[in-house]
């Protein structure tokens, strides 16, 4: 996440909001899998969640190389079209989420895999990091605003691409 990263996800932990607790309960009601990059586990494993998964689903973490992984995470070498195939039968038709970080759902833009894109904007500048939108080849060219929720902590932005 770069440094000072954690920073951009305080809305979903700490002085939460209605409005913002609202949007992290709506995210994983209906979550049969997650997906995620291997930077953002080896990050997050290291400082947040310790031994176990804090998703209400099995969770596929995206790595080319061996990483040893904790309860509730498999790994997949295999691409995001296998991730999201193995998270699709584990999923039997709730949501995949796909929350790994910027290569990650760069990946899956360039693959117009994306039924929905959610960003949660927070009131902080990062100098350093993988910027989310700097692959020239993604498919989606217009996205259609579903709605807009904005709290202190952080503008919600729910979004579905027009895919042509």
Wanted: charged fraction near 20%; hydrophobic fraction near 45%.
């Amino acid at each position: 996440m770069g440094e000072n990263g954690q920073l951009l996800h305080r809305w979903l932990f700490a002085n939460k909001k209605k409005e913002d607790q609202e949007v992290a309960t709506d995210t994983f009601k209906n979550c049969g899998a997650v997906i995620l990059g291997s930077r953002t586990y080896i990050t997050a494993i290291d400082g947040v969640w310790e031994s176990q998964s804090p998703f209400p689903a099995p969770a596929f973490v995206l790595s080319s190389k061996k990483i040893e992984v904790a309860n509730g995470f498999a790994i997949v070498s295999e691409g995001i079209e296998t991730a999201l195939s193995r998270a699709k039968s584990i999923a039997k038709g709730k949501d995949i989420l796909v929350m790994g970080g910027a290569n990650v759902a760069q990946q899956f833009l360039a693959a117009d895999l994306l039924d929905e894109i959610h960003i949660h904007i927070a009131p902080i500048l990062l100098g350093i990091g993988t910027r989310l939108f700097e692959r020239q080849n993604n498919k989606v060219k217009e996205l259609t605003k579903l709605k807009v929720i904005e709290t202190p902590s952080a503008t919600h932005l729910f979004l579905k691409p027009n895919n042509n």
